[in-house]
């Protein structure tokens, strides 16, 4: 059975950071690009992050750029987004899967940006 459970959300100050991670189970991850997707309150989910099986190449939506960072451990089958400089706009709930692959979404994690 696929699986991934997020974990490292909160409450932060605006200019935080935060290190989210995905654990993944039922996959040999290292066969897969992974991605961390978010979803705000009132609007669709939309793709933050995105690496390759390697780590080797990601890529980043505009509006994280600079800021956040993905990486991978292929040998604890385990993606992280990394969070800096975080602003009010980047509350959401936050999402791993597979990059190309139509999985259920898991719990997700709620990462909350306020003063």
């Known amino acids: 059975q696929v699986q991934f459970v997020e974990s490292g959300g909160g409450l932060v100050q605006p200019g935080g950071s935060l290190r989210l991670s995905c654990a993944a189970s039922?996959?040999?991850?290292?066969?897969?690009?992974m991605a961390w997707y978010r979803q705000a309150p009132g609007k669709e989910r939309e793709l933050v992050a995105s690496?390759?099986?390697?780590?080797?190449?990601?890529d980043y939506a505009d509006s994280v750029k600079g800021r956040f960072t993905i990486s991978r451990d292929n040998a604890r089958n385990t993606v992280y987004l990394q969070m800096n400089s975080l602003k009010p706009e980047d509350t959401a709930v936050y999402y791993c899967k597979r990059r190309f692959t139509n999985d259920s979404w898991g719990q997700g994690t709620q990462v909350t940006v306020s003063s």
């Open positions: 039922g996959i040999i991850f290292g066969m897969y690009a």
């Open positions: 690496i390759t099986t390697s780590g080797s190449s990601t």
